[in-house]
């Protein structure tokens, strides 16, 4: 199956910095998403982004399908934003059941 | 944007019980999900369903069952629970939305199981 690797395993900011955090895929996907798993567990939406740019205040998304990675831009961190960041595929030229694979994650610490 | 509920969303509970974690979505999504998280690691999926009396085991192989009655209502059980089921159970849903090409999975709060 696809496999999912994401950069750096753990980032500790200072509030205010900006950070990149990185997902590599080792095959064709047509989809893939961004999430945020807060301290309680809860995954949040951030991105749906199989290819292009999208934006959403100071979270930016990128994803060069051709080259197999994407990219989270988090800018001008807050505390709130700690927690877990997972980036999530599926393989395959063409939509299957959306059947997600998970990378192992990108822990986020912001410190004030 | 879709609703996901699952309860319990923690449950200690003895080894040997059967247990059924419930969960339910009110978009009318076809698709479901049922993902196991350890501590710190990432989400596997272990069953999926694409509809009514559709299901199928994930990626991850699962000691657990589910059942698709209904469209809104997906629940997971375990016959007989051990140590080794201690984990968060995240359940999800989602649609492809046509008018904007997209596909996103949507997930409720997770259920935090440990069999003592």
């Known amino acids: 199956g696809i496999q999912v690797e994401q950069s750096p395993p753990d980032l500790i900011l200072q509030e205010g910095a900006n950070s990149t955090l990185r997902c590599n895929f080792s095959?064709?996907?047509?989809?893939l998403q961004w999430f945020h798993q807060n301290p309680w567990g809860q995954l949040i939406n951030l991105f749906y982004?199989?290819?292009g740019t999208k934006q959403n205040g100071r979270l930016s998304a990128t994803t060069v399908a051709t080259e197999r990675y994407s990219l989270l831009y988090i800018s001008s961190s807050q505390t709130t934003d700690s927690g877990v960041y997972f980036c999530?595929?599926?393989?395959?030229?063409?939509?299957?059941?959306?059947?997600?694979?998970f990378g192992t994650g990108t822990q986020l610490k912001v410190e004030l | 944007e879709a609703d996901i509920y699952q309860t319990p969303r923690y449950l200690v509970i003895g080894t040997g019980k059967k247990i059924t974690l419930e969960c339910s979505q009110t978009?009318?999504?076809?698709?479901m999900y049922w993902y196991q998280q350890d501590p710190g690691m990432e989400l596997h999926l272990i069953h999926y369903?694409?509809?009514?009396?559709?299901?199928e085991k994930g990626d991850l192989s699962s000691e657990s069952t589910v059942s698709r009655i209904r469209t809104e209502h997906f629940p997971l059980t375990l016959e007989s629970a051990r140590p080794s089921h201690t984990s968060q159970y995240l359940c999800?849903?989602?649609?492809?939305?046509?008018?904007?090409?997209?596909?996103?999975?949507?997930f409720g709060p997770g259920t935090r199981l440990t069999v003592t």
């Open positions: 999530a595929v599926e393989g395959g030229v063409t939509g299957g059941g959306n059947k997600l694979t």
């Open positions: 999800a849903s989602s649609e492809y939305f046509v008018g904007d090409s997209t596909y996103e999975q949507y």
């Open positions: 369903s694409y509809g009514v009396n559709s299901t």
């Open positions: 982004i199989p290819s």
């Open positions: 095959d064709s996907v047509n989809n």
């Open positions: 978009m009318g999504h076809d698709k």
